[in-house]
């Protein structure tokens, strides 16, 4: 016999009385995102399996690409995690020739850019961190994910970084196109 066995019988009631879905575990609506590989996304796998060969050799590169497309995905679940927290639509995300991307659309607020924005480099650092406590092999993967964040968060064009840079200089109202033409007439 083992220990609270006498509440076996009210436990099993409960069960059979309580029908548990995801849902409630996580209340809010859970979107469905699609996931597309564009034709030139096979063209970073690739790159990924070759990278990851030239780092391992044959017998472990494999799963090192493998790996590195994985955490090129988890990326990109960073930025859709706080989108959707955020209550900002995410349309797709997926891989092309120049790596994972996500299509969302903007947020009403700097706050909330900067938050989606560094929310990828944020995963690629939480995965490093762990990592570099392992073997060889997972240091260099935590290298890797360590050079994913470092590199996004520099600001270059469809970068993280410059999103980042962008919803911290932005103008908080939008100035006028035209300043002479935006004024009213004088008298």
Known sequence: MYPFAHLSGPIQEYRASYQWTPREAFPMPM???????????WI?????????????GRRLGPLFGALLIASLLLH?????????LLRV????????????????AQSGSRRDEILIAAAGPLINLLVA???????TFCIQLALGNLALCV??????PS??????VRAVWRPSTPAPLVPALSQPPSQ
């Not at 796998?45 to 391992?56: A, P, S």
């Not at 639509?89 to 969302?104: H, K, M, S």
């Open 129 to 135: 961190i762990p990592l570099f406590f392992g073997r």
């Open 151 to 156: 590199v996004n968060l520099i600001p270059l």
């Open 89 to 104: 639509p995410v349309r797709e995300f997926g891989l092309r020739a120049l790596g994972a991307y996500t299509r969302r």
């Open 31 to 41: 979107p469905n995102i699609p996931f597309r590989v564009h034709p030139s996304g």
């Open 44 to 56: 970073a796998t690739v790159l990924c399996f070759l990278l990851g060969i030239w780092v391992d």
């Open 159 to 164: 970068s993280d970084g410059l999103r980042i």
């Open 76 to 84: 990109e679940a960073g930025h859709m995690l706080a989108a959707v």
